[in-house]
């Protein structure tokens, strides 16, 4: 039985989407007029991050129910 | 020792969060290294896009990521040459010609096939040669980690050394080539999550592509070149002292484009593994060409940050406040810096971890991707040749693991040797030229000459290499200041314009050495190889592939994928010239 990549690639990034989404909410806007050019980069890249890592294990599942 | 970046908690959290899920791959797979095949080969079960994705990955070590943005800085939109001139066609021609016979010869590795098409002692030659420079470039991993670790967060060159080099040994030694190559796709998707940002605020700070050009024409113009020297690719390789990489076209095309890139692509067991891995013969054969669709893009992500740093840098230099700065060495810029100096300016806390982790995922399989070809190649082509034959396959699998082991502790060895250059890749490059560019001619004659003999090989081979080591011992660049840089064999016959020019000629003369010599020895010696023995090893012998592709529609085959790369490729060389 082997492990299909797509799983820990997907888990991964919801994991790490979720933090840098939650922190960009939460944290002090300072830090991005001091670093991303005002952009809450944190929050929007968190959230592509979600998307992606939701789309990877969408596609391991049902790579599972085909194989 | 004071760290330039400012490392939150959520940062540690998410540098942590990726090493788990590192380790978790290789706990997942243990079960499935049964034997050595298994362990080192990956029983040939990979899916083409995995290996498509890590056979891109395998590449993207301390060379690409670093080395890549400091020639952003340092030659500009140029540096895209080893890309869209270098790369992209080496990797087509490997997945289109050269496969089927990798492949189809069931060769484990590339001295295998090697050992199958000519002879004992080219395979000797070439598996020797290949594990000590997969030690040294895994070394030099292991080594430009610390060092920009210590000077970034503060941590000890020996802590940093301990740590990396324990996390690539515990999930290679747990799931073998498997986890290092899953873990190589891991990192594609990191560095293409932690770079992505960093180019998008990076070009919203210059004003866009075209604000960049307007600022990199006072970059060009400073140093005596032609406004556009930094933005077009092609427009100024008429002479080599018309651009800041000093080379003229034909030197970049043959030196750079055609030998260095083939030589790389298409023999450098390090990629060729990650194909060999794939589960059919046209995964096999897709791998190198999906690996180039995400290639060809890859000058946006690591050379575009040099260019804006050093046109940021420029405008800084000029007077503007509260921009970003390279830091200065030898009188010039550190450009080595560019990667992790824009990291620290444009990412807060958060994607700042981040982007880290995707910096020091590439270090990391920089070094995995080298351990997993040396333990395949001293396996099979050193131990399992000439120290054991005929042992049960439990006995290599042990020997495999030993390898992990042996070959990280040899890699420390080599990080503390390793010293310091301006440019990371300017060391690599030199190494490649030596052992790989007289490689490619030998590949080339032996896939399609079938005349060519293992005499023919392993003396050109021998002649190619030390043509190569003659060449840079004979020339030097303008204003050497060691004997590393060239000329040490006491007399210079030439003085090339820079030392990349100096690289493309010394590997234009291993490979032409090579060549002529390989036929010329090739035609006075007898093959000990009979035509049936040479099947599927050599294109004249060998049953076109292209008629097993007759049920594919047309689209899906080899051939035309490789034409659409091609012209996505030609497309990217207009718009930049």
């Not at chain 2, 952003?72 to 869209?84: D, L, P, Q, R, V």
């Not at chain 2, 891991?186 to 992505?196: E, H, N, S, Y």
């Not at chain 2, 030589?263 to 897709?286: E, H, I, N, P, S």
Request: hydrophobic share 55%; net charge positive; with cysteine.
């Amino acid at each position: 039985m082997n492990l299909d990549i797509r799983y820990p690639i997907g888990l991964l990034f919801l994991v790490v989407g979720a933090i840098l989404a939650i922190y960009g909410v939460v944290s002090d806007p300072g830090i991005y007029i001091a670093h991303s050019l005002g952009l809450n980069v944190n929050l929007w890249w968190g959230l592509i991050q979600i998307v992606f890592g939701a789309i990877m294990v969408g596609l391991a599942k049902s790579g599972a129910k085909k194989g | 020792m004071q760290s330039i970046i400012h490392f939150g908690n959520i940062d540690y959290l998410i540098v942590a969060i990726y090493f788990v899920f590192v380790l978790g791959i290789g706990w997942a797979l243990r079960r499935t290294m049964k034997g050595s095949g298994d362990f080192l080969t990956s029983a040939r079960s990979i899916p083409g896009w995995v290996a498509g994705l890590a056979f891109l990955s395998a590449n993207l070590g301390a060379q690409e990521v670093i080395g890549m943005a400091a020639s952003g800085a340092k030659y500009g939109i140029m540096t895209s040459h080893f890309y869209w001139v270098g790369a992209i066609p080496a990797m087509v021609f490997l997945g289109v010609f050269m496969m089927p016979f990798y492949y189809g010869s069931k060769a484990r590795s590339v001295p295998e096939y090697l050992k199958l098409r000519f002879d004992e002692k080219t395979r000797g030659f070439n598996a020797l040669s290949f594990a000590v420079m997969t030690i040294f470039s895994s070394g030099i991993s292991m080594y430009a980690m610390a060092k920009l670790m210590g000077l970034l967060l503060g941590w000890s060159f020996e802590a940093s050394i301990a740590i990396s080099a324990l996390i690539v040994l515990v999930y290679i030694f747990l799931g073998g080539l498997t986890s290092a190559i899953y873990n190589e796709v891991l990192q594609f998707f990191m560095i293409v999550f932690g770079f992505a940002p960093l180019v998008f605020l990076g070009l919203k700070d210059v004003g866009g592509w075209s604000g960049l050009k307007e600022k990199l024409v006072g970059v060009s113009t400073s140093q005596g070149f032609a406004p556009g020297a930094w933005t077009e690719a092609w427009s100024h390789l008429g002479a080599p002292s018309q651009n800041p990489l000093g080379v003229e076209w034909f030197g970049m095309v043959m030196g750079l484009g055609f030998v260095l890139s083939f030589g790389y692509w298409c023999t450098d067991f390090l990629v060729v593994q990650r194909a060999l891995a794939a589960k059919t013969m046209t995964a096999a054969r897709r791998t190198p060409l999906i690996a180039a669709i995400p290639k060809m893009l890859f000058p946006f992500l690591v050379i575009l940050p040099g260019m804006i740093a050093i046109a940021l840098t420029h405008q800084a230099a000029n007077g503007a406040t509260g921009g970003f700065m390279l830091p200065a060495k030898n009188g010039s810029y550190d450009y080595d810096l560019v990667i992790p100096y824009m990291l620290g300016h444009y990412f807060p806390t958060g994607m700042l971890g981040l982007g880290m982790t995707a910096l020091m995922a590439s270090f990391m399989s920089g070094m995995a991707g080298n351990v997993t070809a040396f333990n395949t190649v001293w396996t099979y082509d050193i131990y399992q040749s000439y120290i054991a034959k005929d042992k049960p396959d439990e006995h290599y699998l042990f020997v495999a693991k030993g390898a992990t082991v042996v070959g990280i502790l040899l890699s420390i060895a080599a990080a503390y040797l390793a010293a310091s250059y301006n440019n990371i890749m300017d060391v690599l490059q030199l190494v490649f030229a030596f052992v790989n560019a007289p490689l490619f001619a030998t590949f080339l004659l032996g896939m399609f000459w079938k005349r060519a003999t293992g005499h023919g090989a392993f003396w050109g081979l021998f002649l190619g290499t030390a043509a190569a080591a003659a060449h840079h011992g004979l020339t030097v660049p303008i204003g050497a200041m060691s004997l590393v840089k060239g000329g040490w064999l006491g007399t210079v016959l030439h003085t090339y314009p820079s030392e990349m020019a100096q690289n493309f000629w010394t590997a234009i003369w291993a490979f032409s050495s090579c060549f002529i010599a390989t036929v010329v020895i090739s035609l006075a010696t007898s093959s000990r190889k009979t035509d049936s023995q040479l099947r599927g090893l050599v294109w004249s012998l060998t049953p076109h592939e292209d008629k097993s592709e007759g049920d594919i529609p047309v689209w899906k085959r080899i051939a035309p994928f490789g034409a659409v790369v091609l012209i996505l490729t030609l497309i990217l060389n207009i718009i930049f010239w």
